[in-house]
């Protein structure tokens, strides 16, 4: 690297900027600026649960990063249901972002919920995503916390740290569509990352991945660990959003 890179490094659901705890160190040690905030409602911004975010609350989250810290040439990088938010801002704030990361995470199309993105999603499956998210979220807002099991964290130590920290997550983020105006992710350099120790198959994620094996504005690698790589594989994370910076 030539140059400092800047990483924006974007959360999924139930988690919060802590869930990069192991990475950050890691990334700060070879020069990068890392930025890992938290989106509203998550996290120690849990007390603000009203009104009940919304994806846009989320993209408004991260886009005021970028602005109010007059951010360019940034490394963003979407976990999980994170990779609905930095889709978000690749289409708004496309000049700015040097590369996008998606670490076992969504890629929306214009349209696409988080229940939709997966390519080539049979629209009955999407139905019954759709339902099963709303099944989740007894009062019909909130998603309660999951055990670490169901996001690849198997580890007793990791998963009491992930259960202690992870909070509910707002239902109608994922139910709520992303509209671009400007491609989407379009144009930009990106990197997927697949972890497939185990593979989470209901996600849709391997799909992506074997669009990401094509090439073209994609690199495609894979990690052997669970789906919170960042917590169960901080080392080989860093390294590969490390080389993500390289390229």
């Known amino acids: 690297m030539t140059a400092r890179p800047t990483f924006l490094l974007v959360h999924g659901a139930w ?23 938290t989106l509203t409602g998550q996290g120690e911004r849990a007390h603000l649960r ?12 991260i886009q005021g990063v970028i602005e109010a810290e007059e951010l360019q040439d940034v490394i963003l990088v979407g976990h999980s ?13 496309k000049s700015r972002i040097r590369r996008l990361v998606y670490l076992d995470a969504a890629v929306p199309s214009d349209g696409d919920d988080f229940a939709a993105h997966a390519p080539g ?16 979220a007894p009062d019909g807002a909130w998603l309660p916390v999951v055990g670490p099991e169901m996001v690849g964290v198997t ?26 105006a400007n491609g989407g992710h379009a144009g930009l350099p990106k990197t997927y990352v697949l972890a497939t120790d ?6 849709g994620y391997a799909a992506h991945g074997e ?10 690698r894979e990690i052997p660990t669970g789906h919170s790589m960042m917590v169960t594989d901080p080392a ?5 959003l490390l080389e993500a910076a390289r390229d």
Do not use: C
Request: charged share 25%; glycine share 8%.
């Open 198 to 203: 185990p593979v989470t198959p209901f996600m």
């Open 211 to 220: 669009i990401a094996k094509g090439g073209g504005e994609w690199t495609y």
């Open 121 to 136: 999603s049979d629209p009955a499956l999407v139905e019954r995503k759709r339902a099963a998210f709303r099944s989740m």
């Open 50 to 61: 009203e009104p009940v975010p919304s994806l846009e609350t989320h993209a408004l989250d």
């Open 236 to 240: 080989r994370t860093a390294e590969l």
């Open 81 to 93: 249901y994170g990779g609905m938010v930095t889709t978000l801002i690749a289409d708004r704030l």
């Open 155 to 180: 580890n007793p130590d990791d998963g009491a740290w992930v259960t202690r920290r992870s909070t509910p997550h707002p239902l109608r983020t994922w139910l709520d569509p992303v509209k671009f």
């Open 15 to 37: 988690h919060g900027g802590w869930s990069w705890a192991r990475v950050r160190p890691l990334l700060l040690a070879q020069g990068a600026r890392v930025l890992s905030p």
